[in-house]
């Protein structure tokens, strides 16, 4: 049975290539017969707000995409995490690491490459374990990982190129990405993540984690970005782009979903419609894998 998940974090309003992600991901696991989940991802402190996790839920409900099971906010996850971690350290595999504060807050707050996620020079891989009350990091071990991506097809990553040995956990107690997007996708029994292009470098080191706890591997795929009119970042513009923004001046929600529908590989031309309707024509063979532009009227 497939089990997809949308995994957004709460930290602004879900903008056009949200919603695409999304719509595709709801798409393939109900074209599959199978269920679909939402999962708040705010274990990054005070960036999230759960009152922007309730607008981004009401957003999916308002698209029509409904969600099976109650929603999962991974600040209320923090014993189970910890517990991997616990699981981690006894494998061996888990060491502190004492770089600076603002160099660690870089690292763990951002799963996207463009927030600031370089590799880990591996400065402290060498250091003896003082508990956890440092920030820990997972060993990598040596040499490249490879997956077959739905819609890119083979890829091959050598995640201490990409990443350096991840950081999984904060001295102030905080959960990094990685662990938690890995832990849960694992407790959850997600077959298939969809998620955007941007987090497809990032993929390599979180299979070797998945390796690392003994999870099974779901399937990827990463989705091509949406970008602006002109191409390039949507940047600001991204602000405007959320489902209120757009109805607000006068885009109708079932011509937002034409157009996602469209962009999909679904529709022929983007006509109104609802998403209910796209279920049958959703087929990853047919999802466009580049960028698509957001019409230039919707700027
Ligand atoms: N929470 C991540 C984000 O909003 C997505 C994680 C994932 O889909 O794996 O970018």
């Known amino acids: 049975m497939t089990l997809g998940r949308f995994a957004p974090s709460p930290t602004g309003v879900l903008h056009l290539g949200n919603l695409r992600t999304a719509l595709a991901s709801w798409l393939s696991a109900r074209a599959a017969g199978g269920r679909w989940l939402l999962r708040m991802e705010d274990v990054d ?9 309730e607008a981004q839920r ?14 999962v906010w991974q600040s209320d996850r923090g014993a189970v995490y910890r517990e991997a971690l616990e699981r981690l350290h006894r494998a061996g595999r888990l ?8 160099d660690l807050q870089l690292l763990a707050s951002a799963p996207h490459a463009e927030d600031g996620l370089r590799p880990y020079p591996g400065r402290c891989r060498d250091r003896a374990w003082e508990g956890f009350d440092r920030a820990l990091r997972l060993n990598l071990p040596e040499g490249s990982v490879a997956w077959e991506d739905l819609l890119m097809g083979r890829q091959r990553d050598d995640p201490a190129a990409l990443t350096g040995d991840p950081l999984l956990f904060r001295r102030d107690g905080c959960f990094a990405y ?7 996708d694992g407790a959850q029994g997600v077959t298939e993540v969809v998620r955007g292009g941007d987090l497809r470098s990032v993929t390599a080191t979180q299979l070797r984690l998945q390796e690392a706890l003994g999870l099974a591997r779901p399937a990827y795929a990463h989705l ?26 006068g885009i109708p929600i079932p011509q937002i979903l034409g157009w996602l529908g469209w962009s999909l590989g679904c529709l022929a031309s983007p006509q109104a419609c609802r998403a209910d309707e796209l279920v049958q024509a959703f087929d990853w063979a047919r999802v466009p894998p580049g960028e698509v532009r957001v019409p230039e009227a919707w700027t």
Not at 58 to 71: H, K, N, P, Y
Not at 229 to 238: D, N, Q, Y
Request: hydrophobic share 40%.
């Open 45 to 53: 402190g005070p960036r999230c707000r759960r009152e922007l996790g």
């Open 58 to 71: 009401r957003d999916l409900a308002a698209l029509g995409l409904e969600t099976d099971g109650s929603v």
């Open 95 to 102: 060491y502190p690491c004492v770089c600076t504060r603002k």
């Open 178 to 184: 990685h662990l938690a997007v890995v832990v849960d």
């Open 224 to 249: 091509g970005l949406v970008v602006a009119p002109e191409g390039g970042r949507l940047g600001k513009r991204a602000g405007a782009l959320g489902l209120e923004a757009l109805t607000a001046r």
